[in-house]
Structures are given as C-alpha cells and as structure tokens.
C-alpha cells in the first residue's frame, strides 16, 4: 500500500517554505516505498526545486480554494482539515505533517502500524479539564457535559498535538466526523483557535486505536526561534554544493539538526522577540 505524506504551506512568509523544504526531505530520507510527498501550497514556484524529485507532487491551491476551505464560519485552521481530506484515497494511507516536523527515524514501523489499523497524532498534550492553561479550562466549561457530534466532553477528555495526523486507507470516516465536529463547535462556541485541534482530537480517540507519532517525529512548535536559522544554514548548504533534493535528503539524514523541540522564554525573552520581530 503507497503511503502518501502531505505538507500544507501557503502565504508569503519565506520561514514557513523553508520549514516545509526540510521535513519534506527528511520525510523522503526515512520513508519506505511505495511512497509519495504532496506539497499542497498556494506558491508552487517556491518549490520548483523539490518538485524535482521524483517522489514528490507539488498541488496548487488557489485563493477561491482556500476561502472555501474556511467554511461558512470562515474559521482559518479549517482548512487544514479539508486539506487532509481532499488527499484521502481508499488505496493509501496519509500522513499530514506540519511544516514544523521532522522525521527522525526509519519509518517502516509507522506505516505498518497504520496498515494494521492505528491511526495517529503526535501526542497527548493534556486533559482539558485539568490543563494549566487558563484558556483550556475554559473551553472545557464552554463544552462539557453534552455530545459533540456524538461524541462526548467529560474530564477525561485529553487534547492531542495536531502536528502529525495519519490515518490509514479506511481513514476517511474518520477525517469526516472531524470536519463535522469542527464545524458544530464554530457554530456553537465560535471560532475558537483550538477547534480543528480538538475536533481532531476526539475523532480519532474514538476509534479506540489512537497512538502517538512522537517515535518518529518530531514537532519543534516550542522552538521555532533557534530551528529557523539553522533550517535556513542547512538549505543554503545544499544551495551551494548544487545539491539535488535526493542528495539534499541523504545529507539532511546524516547531518540532522539537533536542537531542543521546546524552550520556555521569559516574559521579557518573548517581549523582546516581539518588538525585534524575533519569532
């Protein structure tokens, strides 16, 4: 069965194709055939150079696309949810990926673990109810205590990181009952910036074959500060040495940026960064 690894980048920030360019190769130095990499951006110019890899589809999306995405609530996370699925095929299993990922390992056992039924986020992050965050309290109280889309709030209610979603050839159902979820919450609590989140979340506990994709990837979100240059180091690198995206992947495997996936700044840390346009 073909595993087909999709990457969403669109807008005009250079950081966000760069990050793409080098999970997507990361993905390709680790991933076991039959295999494809879909790039599915609003900029494919930006990525004539990896669409030279033989493994890899590069899908335009255009503005009217991406509005439509949004729904009728207009809510921008949804689009990553009608990404996933405009991707499905009955034949193959999908790996979504955030730009901001990296594989890590072979990823033979990841693919035989979806072909066998599990599906996939990157990990649990925490109970909602219990959460440190003021703002996931909240929303619990904002959701407890009735069904969504049949499926339930109670305090046992664990939030996963979206970083990575996979689901398997029979994953539709699965990706459609999030969409609906998603849109049930903008309908009712507004468009709270968690909503595709926990719509996935939900969705893929309720199957009962939820696990984490953490042995295999990487997700720097708290840390993109000191990630981005040094994404930026590697691929200018490649640039140089003429590489080609095969030889940039086998270099990307054998030179891999270690650095920490989360740093908590100070308060004057994140102010700085902020005015000085840090991150």
């Known amino acids: ?162 970083g990575v979603v996979a689901v398997g050839a029979d994953g539709r159902a699965v990706i459609e009952r999030a969409l609906a979820l998603c849109d049930e919450l903008c309908a009712t609590i507004g468009n709270h910036a968690l909503n595709e989140q926990l719509a996935l979340s939900l969705s893929l506990q309720a199957t009962g074959r939820l696990a984490p994709a953490r042995l295999w990837i990487d997700h720097y979100w708290g840390n993109k500060r000191d990630h981005l240059p040094a994404i930026q180091a590697q691929l200018g690198r490649f640039l140089l040495l003429g590489s080609t995206p095969r030889q940039a992947a086998l270099e990307a495997r054998e030179r891999p940026i270690l650095l920490p996936l989360h740093v908590r700044r100070r308060r004057w840390e994140q102010w700085l960064g902020r005015v000085l346009h840090l991150h």
């Open 1 to 162: 069965m073909l595993t087909r690894y999709l990457f969403m980048v669109f807008g005009d920030g250079d950081e966000h194709y760069a990050q793409a360019h080098l999970a997507a190769l990361t993905v390709l130095a680790y991933a076991p055939a039959p295999c494809e990499v879909v790039v599915a951006t609003n900029s494919p110019a930006r990525c004539a150079w990896l669409a030279t890899h033989p493994l890899v589809r590069i899908v335009t999306l255009d503005e009217a696309t991406l509005m439509r995405w949004r729904g009728t609530s207009g809510f921008f996370w949804r689009v990553k949810l009608e990404c996933i699925r405009s991707q499905l095929d009955p034949a193959q299993a999908l790996v979504y990926l955030d730009s901001d990922t990296y594989a890590r390992r072979d990823l033979t056992e990841l693919v035989a673990s979806l072909e066998q039924g599990a599906v996939l986020m990157h990990e649990p992050e925490n109970q909602l109810s219990t959460s440190r965050r003021a703002g996931d309290r909240r929303l619990y109280r904002q959701l407890a205590s009735r069904s969504w889309s049949g499926l339930a709030v109670d305090a046992q209610t664990r939030m996963w990181n979206a």
